[in-house]
Each structure stands twice: as structure tokens, then as C-alpha cells.
């Protein structure tokens, strides 16, 4: 059973910093690429960023120069950086991972729990 378990989220002021982490468990598999979303009370769910099996990375034009999207493949977690928040990043952030499962010799897409994020001013 592959779990993708997030941690990293909670209360901060603006221009303060927070890194969400989402790894990755079960036996024998490993993150392809992934993605972070977040959704804020009342509004459509947004992809924030993304880092693909070689490494390159996509930005939401928001969150450029602020968030760094970064990979651990020993540890099977890719962290999001997150520097001088704003209030507008509060949100329940998720992370979306494509997973092989060399048990299965397949891939498979998964979802985090999510993590609250919240930027006072």
C-alpha cells in the first residue's frame, strides 16, 4: 500500500518561511515526478509546482522566485520550499506524485493528505 504522507505545514507571519515535505512509503517504489497544489477556502484547487523524474521544474508565475520545489530520491521525498509568504499563499497545500511500484511494474498516481498553510499579515 503506497502512502504519500506530507508534513511541514502551519502558521506563519508574511515574509516568514515554511518547507512541506511529502514522502513516499510502501514496499519497492519510488516517486516519478510530482506535483503541489493548494487550495484555498472558496476557490478551485491550483497547481503550484512541479519536478519531473529528471529533475526540471515548473512554476505557477505567482510563486516564481519564492518556492523551490527540490527532490530526494535516497529518501523518496521532494520537499517545497517557501520563502517570503504572503497571506494569499494560505491554503491546504497537497502533493500529487506519480509512484512506480516495482512490485507491481506499473505507475500509479497518489495523493498527500494535505497540509495547512497559513500566512498572517
Known amino acids: 500500500q503506497v502512502q504519500l504522507v506530507e508534513s511541514g505545514g502551519g502558521l506563519v507571519q508574511a515574509g516568514g518561511s515554511l518547507r512541506l515535505s511529502c514522502s513516499a512509503s510502501?514496499?519497492?517504489?519510488?516517486?516519478?515526478?510530482m506535483d503541489w497544489y493548494r487550495q484555498a477556502p472558496g476557490k478551485q484547487r491550483e497547481l503550484v509546482a512541479t519536478?519531473?523524474?529528471?529533475?526540471?521544474?515548473n512554476y505557477v508565475d505567482s510563486v516564481k522566485g519564492r518556492f523551490t520545489i527540490s527532490r530526494d530520491n535516497a529518501k523518496n521525498t521532494v520537499y517545497l520550499q517557501m520563502n517570503s509568504l504572503k497571506p494569499e499563499d494560505t491554503a491546504v497545500y497537497y502533493c500529487?506524485?506519480?509512484?512506480?511500484?516495482?512490485?507491481?511494474?506499473?505507475?500509479?498516481?497518489?495523493w498527500g493528505q494535505g497540509t495547512q498553510v497559513t500566512v498572517s499579515s
Open positions: 500529487n506524485a506519480d509512484v512506480w511500484e516495482t512490485y507491481y511494474s506499473r505507475s500509479h498516481g497518489y
Open positions: 510502501g514496499n519497492s517504489v519510488s516517486i516519478i515526478a
Open positions: 519536478i519531473t523524474s529528471s529533475g526540471s521544474t
